[in-house]
């Protein structure tokens, strides 16, 4: 499975060459477009009201995105879950849980660590668990991640992130790339947060943010970036400024591992060695064996993600340090604030 997924990560992305790989990009294409066929009748049949929208009691915020994964929606997660807990508001996060068949999924653990007061119910019918929160746990209001092809669940908030790694003009729609709609789709949004904006040039950003507009010219715009906080594994969290110099190794289960490598170097870490695995990925004991052994006497880096996955210090007599992540407003503080208490003051008001 990882070997079959890391193949057609680098056939999408235009790392085979030669008049196989063109061709096979071709079936690619050609497959994208009963794919976006499907995806246009179904979201046809949300809009006339054809297919039913569950309305809940609460207001409902959903932090989504247009491609497969990688856009940094954990740590915005984070942010607007920590806003509304600050405002006194019962919290309750909601997601579908990918990669949870033997548990629950690295996302659902990392939040957890991190907001141990804010309930994170995971299930395929995210109607059923957005219920469950109001009526069980009498949540006031709930954080649906990863939630913008959901249309069941009606959204107050429809909240859409770019990663500015990998724009959607640079992507295509799958399976000849990762999207899983088009740019059109952004009309459905009420904010646009880029991500990773530290990642890359300036005008990277203002050409990724006039593309946007183009889309979307009335829709909000707010430019984020993704700190490192600290340095996780040990007894106690350290300073992330500790890599820097240090010689290391790095390893993530991701869905940009392009993102983390980026992230390791920023901090001033001489990568000697990198590995990634498919996003969500499983650690067996083989994997911990063969990790145990790589790279070594290196000591070892990860995200928080692969780590609570993990949960030990050492690997074969190495350290192991995963990297804590938290989202940083560049631009757009205060609208974003505003757009988010205005949701919270329309449910008490009512």
């Known amino acids: ?17 030669g008049p196989i790989s063109t061709l096979a ?3 690619l294409k050609i497959a994208s477009w009963p794919y976006g066929l499907g995806v246009l009748v179904r979201n046809t049949l949300f809009n006339h009201g054809w297919r039913k929208i569950n309305r809940m009691s609460v207001p409902v915020v959903s932090v989504g995105n247009l491609a497969l994964g990688g856009t940094g929606k954990t740590p915005c997660v984070e942010y607007i879950a920590r806003f509304y807990r600050d405002m006194g508001l019962q919290v309750a996060i909601i997601s579908r849980g990918y990669g949870s068949e033997v548990g629950r999924n690295d996302e659902a653990l990392v939040l957890e660590e991190n907001l141990p007061d804010v309930p994170h ?68 949004a009420d904010l646009v947060v880029l ?23 009335n829709t909000p715009l707010v430019i984020t970036e993704h700190r490192a906080i600290d340095l996780l594994g040990g007894t ?51 994997d911990v064996r063969e990790l145990a052994k790589w790279a070594a006497p290196l000591p070892l880096i990860t995200t928080q993600k692969d780590w609570v996955k993990l949960r030990v210090s050492e690997l074969g007599g190495r350290q192991l340090r995963a990297v804590r992540i938290g989202l940083s407003v560049r631009e757009g503080h205060e609208k974003f604030d505003q757009l988010l208490r205005r949701i919270a003051l329309v449910n008490k008001d009512q």
């Open 236 to 286: 106690v969290p350290e300073p992330a400024e500790n890599l820097r110099g240090v010689e290391v190794a790095a390893f993530c289960g991701i869905g940009n591992p392009a993102a983390f490598r980026k992230t390791v170097e920023q901090l001033g870490a001489k990568l000697m060695s990198f590995r990634s695995y498919p996003d969500h990925h499983l650690y067996t004991r083989d």
């Open 25 to 27: 990009r071709m079936g």
């Open 1 to 17: 499975m990882r070997y079959r997924v890391e193949v057609w990560q680098t056939l999408a992305h235009g790392g085979y060459h």
């Open 121 to 188: 119910l995971q299930d395929p019918d995210r109607v059923a668990a957005a219920m469950r929160a109001v009526e069980e746990l009498e949540s006031e209001l709930l954080i649906v991640d990863d939630g913008f092809q959901h249309r069941r669940l009606y959204r107050d908030l429809d909240i859409v992130l770019i990663d500015a790694i990998r724009p959607p003009y640079r992507d295509a729609l799958f399976p000849r790339g990762t999207l899983r709609e088009s740019a059109r789709s952004l009309y459905r």
């Open 195 to 217: 991500t990773r904006c530290d990642q890359v040039q300036s005008s990277d950003v203002d050409q990724l943010s006039t593309w946007l507009k183009s889309y979307a010219p």
